[in-house]
């Protein structure tokens, strides 16, 4: 059996081509490449690279072995990216992924208010889109997350913190009404927000607008509340948005306007995994009990 050590110089002498080259990025001496190469192929009992003039050419043994090799390769990256979250988080804060529109909204007031009772605690908040947030809920360096419409997970723990509905907003300039269904604003120039799981899970806004034949006119996807408000303050367009990012909305920009079909809901809800530091676990008691 190879050790990752010797998969890792094969991994490097089959991409460079050349031992001199392996040995640079590995920053050992290419004596030692060479020497473990020979060790290699003799465990193995058959040649790995074929000398044509200062080239190492890979024989077909090599070419099969190293798509394995370039799967312990990645996981060996992966291992020390881990690793190295671990050695350089930020363990004196709580480290809390959530999305940008909700970093920019309510997350804020939360911490104030927690603050006012727990003044020694601090916070790091990192940035993602709701579905690499799931998706990465177990990165080491994620305490706590905080987004949109999420499921909970073996071995984590959720609770809702705040429950609303999606609204229209537009330019004020649109003069929309105060309440409209949503085949009448076809005609508009609209928004899109994709890659969000309030528009997929609970609310589900796309699949009535899909089932119901509605083709809405969009002139710009993105998957940030946050930049679709910006959009339409800036009276490019109108979109669906969620009450938590448009209160910090330029009312003298935009209007909301109630949407008739139906009530398309959305929650914001924070997910730990079961075994955190204190301060983590005191903080989400504290999102469980307290009406945000």
Known sequence: MLSAKQ??????????????????SLEISQPSISKTLRIIEKKLNFKLFLRQGKKLVPTHEADDLFEHASVVHSQLKSFNAIANTYKTRSADYINIGTTPS??????????????????????NLINLNSIDLIEGRYKPDIDLTICFNT?????????IIKEGNL???????????????????????????TNLLSFYEES???????????NMNTIVKTDSYSSALSIVEDG?????????????????KVKKTKIMDK???YTISAIKKD?????????????????L
Request: aromatic share 12%.
């Open 236 to 252: 490019m367009a109108i979109s669906i948005l969620d009450d938590s990012t448009l209160s910090k909305a330029d009312y003298k």
């Open 102 to 123: 909700l970093a920019e909204g309510i997350i804020p007031k939360i911490i104030k208010k927690y603050n006012k009772i727990n003044p020694d605690v601090r916070f």
């Open 167 to 193: 609204t229209l907003v537009s330019p004020i300039e649109f003069e929309l009404p105060d309440e409209i269904y949503l085949k009448d604003i076809t005609t508009y120039p609209f928004v899109e927000i």
């Open 275 to 291: 075994i955190v530091r204190y301060e983590c676990n005191e903080f989400f008691n504290y999102l469980c009990e307290e009406n």
């Open 7 to 24: 998969i890792e110089i094969f991994y490097e002498v089959y991409k460079n081509t050349s031992m001199t080259a392996a040995a640079e």
């Open 263 to 265: 009530d398309f809901k």
């Open 204 to 214: 589900s806004l796309s699949n009535y607008i899909k089932n119901n034949g509605i």
């Open 151 to 159: 499921k909970n997970q073996p071995s984590s723990r959720s609770a």
